[in-house]
């Protein structure tokens, strides 16, 4: 079974400036996915970014981008710019690529980063 | 395009009594999954259904069941409600397509909360 492992529980951060939050995960696949959720106050989780292990290229998006080490089976999030609406849960999450297989559609979450961005 | 809806948002419901949470997902979506997430557990995957059919279900105990619709709305029933079924569950659809990630959209969530 996949496990997925974020070790800080909280994170902080000024306005403006750059925060990176880890992830790590236990897995014997060779293919699979990882996205990056965020969850704010409202409860919304919402789609923040998502590598495909068979890539070397790290995904970004906009002011977010990721570090994939699949080796390290590391996938740390970087934030960078901060903004205030940044303030949230962040989830790691696992999917394994297996079109036929059972795990499809079954998302492995980390326990999650609650990231505070200071004014 | 809208997004996932789950109703009702909010539950009490009384220990040993049954609940049935609903969820729509986005026009086209034909795979929903459904999670439970509790302060002490985090989020946990309950199941997925696609195509009417269930093909994945998480570790929970048989009071947990669901069901998807031809319209591809689902359905998760809990029977027998304990106080430790408390919790924020979210449901999420997706667009099956080969080789594609095909992510997860979520909904809301429905708060239940059993006393």
């Known amino acids: 079974a996949q496990t997925v492992t974020q070790s800080q529980p909280e994170m902080s951060v000024q306005e403006a400036e750059t925060v990176t939050l880890s992830c790590t995960y236990d897995t014997s696949e060779s293919d699979y996915y990882l996205f990056w959720y965020k969850q704010p106050p409202s409860r919304q989780m919402i789609l923040v970014i998502r590598q495909e292990a068979y890539k070397q290229q790290n995904a970004t998006e906009n002011r977010f981008s990721v570090n994939f080490q699949k080796a390290a089976k590391s996938f740390s999030l970087k934030i960078s710019d901060s903004q205030l609406g940044d303030a949230a849960m962040y989830f790691c999450a696992y999917r394994s690529f297996n079109a036929g297989g059972t795990s499809y559609g079954k998302l492995t979450f980390g326990q999650g980063t609650i990231l505070t961005v200071h004014p | 395009k809208a997004g996932v809806t789950q109703t009702p948002r909010y539950l009490i419901k009384t220990r040993g009594q049954q609940v049935t949470l609903s969820c729509s997902p986005i026009s086209g979506h034909r795979s929903v999954s459904w999670y439970q997430q509790t302060p002490g557990q985090g989020l946990q995957f309950l199941f997925e259904y696609f195509s009417e059919t269930q093909r994945n279900k998480g570790n929970f105990p048989g009071r947990f069941s669901g069901r998807q619709f031809s319209n591809s709305r689902s359905e998760m029933n809990v029977s027998t409600l304990e106080l430790g079924d408390s919790a924020l569950y979210l449901c999420?659809?997706?667009?099956?397509?080969?080789?594609?990630?095909?992510?997860?959209?979520f909904g809301p969530g429905t708060r239940l909360t059993v006393t």
């Open positions: 999420a659809s997706s667009f099956i397509v080969r080789d594609s990630p095909y992510e997860q959209y």
